[in-house]
């Protein structure tokens, strides 16, 4: 009796995550006999991260003028900008990826994460955004963030995980991915470790929350078929990158 509920619970949960990655944007599963030479096409996937896009200066902000010249190149050199969602599915095997895929992330939920969609809109290309409890965004203006690509965990104060023991981690995360789901009526599978930090017990506490898999900074192309769910890598995109050196983090890191 204990094999067959546990089989039932095992199945109710691999439903639920298809049907949460279906509401996120993932793409359908391959037609059988798909050629397996255009699905390894797709198996290097850039993630790329930003944060703040304003005039700033600052070390973790893109200009929008830079912002626009990088998607008019993604463009331009056949990229197709994928969610979350689509991403996951295809590391699963459960979807196939467009040829040049990539995943553009947004982190915090600062007020220019508006800024950031509406450059990305510009040119038919769809963001993702990592947005925490403190995120000066009102929870009106993250129901309408979603609207516009996911939005997902970036625990609850964008704590140092590392220095919190797993009841302190526990939290920031469930209450995160609760606060998140409630306001956008999204499901939320997928986190952003604050400071790209993470421990044994933060990924435990993770998993127990629900999140399936989980990105940190820096770092090269994920690469779909080689995984470590908890440490898939992103790109930093940052204020010293000109579209030389954004071409190249794109293309070959």
């Known amino acids: 009796m204990g094999r067959v509920g546990s089989a039932h619970r095992g199945r109710a949960i691999v439903c639920g995550v298809l049907l949460a990655l279906a509401w996120l944007g993932a793409a359908a599963p391959p037609e059988r006999g798909a050629p397996a030479a255009a699905q390894g096409m797709a198996g290097r996937v850039p993630i790329l991260v930003y944060h703040a896009i304003d005039d700033s200066g600052s070390a973790y902000s893109v200009t929008p003028a830079r912002l ?3 998607c008019r190149w993604l463009v331009e050199n056949g990229y197709t900008a994928i969610t979350l969602g689509q991403f996951w599915a295809a590391a699963q095997g459960a979807a196939a990826l467009p040829p040049n ?4 992330t947004n982190d915090d939920g600062w007020p220019s994460a508006f800024v950031f969609a509406d450059v990305l ?3 038919g290309l769809v963001g993702n955004s990592f947005v925490n409890n403190v ?5 009106d203006q993250i129901a309408l963030l979603a609207q516009r690509g996911p939005v997902q965990a970036h625990t609850a104060s ?3 995980l590392t220095g919190l023991d797993y009841e302190g981690q526990f939290a920031e995360i469930a209450g995160n991915k609760t606060s998140l789901e409630q306001i956008t009526g999204q499901p939320v599978l997928f986190l952003a470790w604050p400071y790209g930090e993470s ?5 435990q506490a993770a998993s127990a929350s629900g999140i399936v898999a989980a990105f940190g900074l820096g770092g090269t192309a994920a690469q779909v078929g080689a995984l470590a769910p908890y440490h898939i890598p992103r790109i930093m995109i940052a204020v ?5 050196s954004f071409a190249a983090k ?3 890191y």
């Open 158 to 160: 964008h704590a140092a």
């Open 240 to 244: 010293e990158d000109d579209l030389a």
């Open 68 to 70: 626009d010249e990088q």
């Open 250 to 252: 794109v293309a070959w």
């Open 199 to 203: 421990n044994g017990s933060a990924i």
């Open 121 to 123: 809109a510009r040119y």
């Open 101 to 104: 895929p990539v995943v553009l």
């Open 135 to 139: 995120s000066p965004l009102a929870p």
